[in-house]
């Protein structure tokens, strides 16, 4: 049997939104049986830093793997590979995950991380694995695709992408590998135990923005319905769930493929949540609609992103702003809630964009109020290496609100910058300038106490009741400005933010 291995999913969300650890228990699956690995969990142990270095000395580990997304997650990570290099300066560390997929430089100028692994992680993790057990040579790295590594003058090394591999999809899940699954269901609107679960791999478009584009690269591949609903059935009869949340990219794929997978959902019954497209949903027909509503989706969340048509062909969305009021009036018709994303601020036009979008929210809102809203912030990355991902338009001169060019973070340390985690969180952006990110604030306040999120299961009705009816004056006639009383009476009724923590 090979050196043990430790993976560790660093904490992102608090214990009561934890889900399952999705990539590390693939990762851990890929690896069995040739290699034994410790899953550790920041979601539900607030102690993961001690009990990864416990899980570390207790065995006779090769290498620990660490799970990156940019933001909150990679302040999380950075402390725990400084704790584990101080104690173990000889176990390599490995990062995987959207953070080295996006910028892998970043990563591999940080001395604590050894290895950074770009896109899907199954396969170049075992290679890499491989090589370290003979001795990590420049020569056993080199043809390892989808690896970022230093050669022995330092310089940053990274070797062409991995062709997409829809390997993960044969089997399912090892949840055992997670102990008590209780931990991971908890209680939303859709139910009281709800199971986070990925149907198909991949998205087959490559929208500029999005860091689904940088991993798989406009490809996808969906599971088999047997497979789908042998996962679906050990969640719903042997873990308990009874609601389920789609962590694909993009569901509604084909419809002719689609077909046999809304089948499954119809027959296994649980009230569900997935990301979808408005072209998608509007294009759907009406069997298949008959079977969306039988199987009992209950919101769909659509990256409308913006109602300029010159933006979303700019950004490549391949949708129009026409498409986004179809998508809202054919959800509407079958009685799914659209959670519509969109994008403030754009650096071409940052005030008129974000006054725009907000004028394009007015007109939803009256069209179907229950729709909900969800604000970010514009943020493109820069290009991660050999990702083909087109820039977005002007992204070589992106400039500052001062008008000076903008220069992104060189390492990891400087993008866990409380700014730049507020950057690939969506929450602001360097050409924002401090009225239009009161504006935004002060809109989004007005709007969310006009309409408080359906998904908030926590704040008492009374509390929403209250802020409805404070907030109705000013979004009747757009008096957005100060909210000083929104915000008051938000420090007694918090409101719950589904950017921040999901469902
Ligand atoms: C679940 C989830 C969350 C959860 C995290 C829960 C957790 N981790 O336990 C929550 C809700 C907290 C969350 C938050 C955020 N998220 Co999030 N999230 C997701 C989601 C829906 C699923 C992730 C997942 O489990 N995928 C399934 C696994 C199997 O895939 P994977 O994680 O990509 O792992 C593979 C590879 O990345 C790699 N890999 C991963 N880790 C490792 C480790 C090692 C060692 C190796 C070798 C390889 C490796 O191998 C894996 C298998 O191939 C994705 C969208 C998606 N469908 O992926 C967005 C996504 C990852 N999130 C994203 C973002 C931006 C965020 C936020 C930072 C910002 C935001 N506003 O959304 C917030 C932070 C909010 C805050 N302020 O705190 C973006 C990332 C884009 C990017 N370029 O970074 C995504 C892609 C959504 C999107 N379409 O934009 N998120
Ligand atoms: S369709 Fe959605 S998931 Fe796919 S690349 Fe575009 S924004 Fe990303």
Redesign the pocket.
Known sequence: MSPHIV?V?PT??KPR???F????L??SSALAPTRTSTIVDG?VDRSYVPNALQAIEAHNTRAV????????QLVSAIGLSKAIRERFPSVPI??????P??VPEAALRAPYVDFA?R????Q??GELLDALDGGADPAALEPIKGLSWRAQDGTPRHNPLRPFSPA?LASGPAYERLGDLRRYMTPTYLGRRTA?Y?AALGCRFRCTF???A??FRGRMALPTAQRLEQDLLFLKERAGADALQF???NFFDREVDMVPLLEVLARVQLPWWCFARSDALVNLSESSWALVRKSGLRMAYIGAESPSDWLLHDIRKGTRSDQTLEAVEVCRRNGVIPELSFMLAPPHDPEGETEKTFEFIRLIKRRYPPTEIML?VYTP?PAAPGSGKAAPRGDAQLLDSAGKPVAFPETADDWARPEWVSY???GDAPWLTPRLQQRIRDFTTVLGCRFPTITDIRSPLWGKWMLRRLASWRYRHGRYDRPWELNFSRKFVRLWDP????L
Do not use: K
């Open positions: 993976l999913n992102i969300a939104h934890a889900r650890p999705l990539a590390v693939s990762l979601n793997g660490v799970s990156v997304m940019g933001g909150p490995i990062w995987g995950g959207h953070f997929t996006s692994v896109a899907q992680g199954e170049t993790f993960s986070a990925q999005c860091g689904v940088t991993m962590y694909d990219h970010y990355l690939w969180c969506h950017r921040v923590s999901s």
